[in-house]
């Protein structure tokens, strides 16, 4: 029984109180919104350097396919060649993936406080 008061409250194993997490709140929804786009951006940067290249008419790959591309790339530039690029794309996307997460976020909250609509659909 003593050691059952001696244990914390999920209040407390943070540190905080309940009302101080909940003011750092827009804080996790912005990094973990920019987190989202860079993982999301980071995925899809081999094809879109694959789109890049052709478009540009290359002349290192402008006679080739995406499949055909999609090899040599790493053969004459090495597998990070696919990844040309995307540190100046993360620049980009981590703040419109942030704000994006946390303004969605946000507006569905006041539509919900204010409209009362909850769902997708509201008939």
């Keep these: ?5 001696a244990l914390p409250s999920s209040g407390a194993q ?3 109180p309940a009302p101080a997490r909940r003011d750092f709140y827009w804080l996790r929804s912005f990094v973990a919104g920019g987190i989202a786009g860079c ?11 694959i789109k890049i290249l052709l478009q ?3 002349p290192h790959y402008k006679h080739l396919g995406i499949f055909s591309t999609l090899c040599a790339v ?10 040309k690029g995307n540190g100046a794309m993360m620049v980009r996307i981590f ?3 942030a704000i994006q997460f ?6 569905r909250k006041f539509v919900n406080l204010k409209l009362g609509i909850t769902g997708h659909v509201h008939r």
């Design 1 to 5: 029984m003593a050691t059952e008061a």
């Design 14 to 16: 943070s540190g905080l």
């Design 39 to 49: 993982c999301a951006k980071t995925t899809i940067a081999p094809l879109d350097r």
């Design 56 to 58: 540009a008419h290359n």
């Design 74 to 83: 790493p053969q004459k530039e090495g597998f990070l060649g696919l990844y």
């Design 95 to 97: 703040p419109y993936g």
């Design 102 to 107: 946390m303004a969605f976020d946000h507006y």
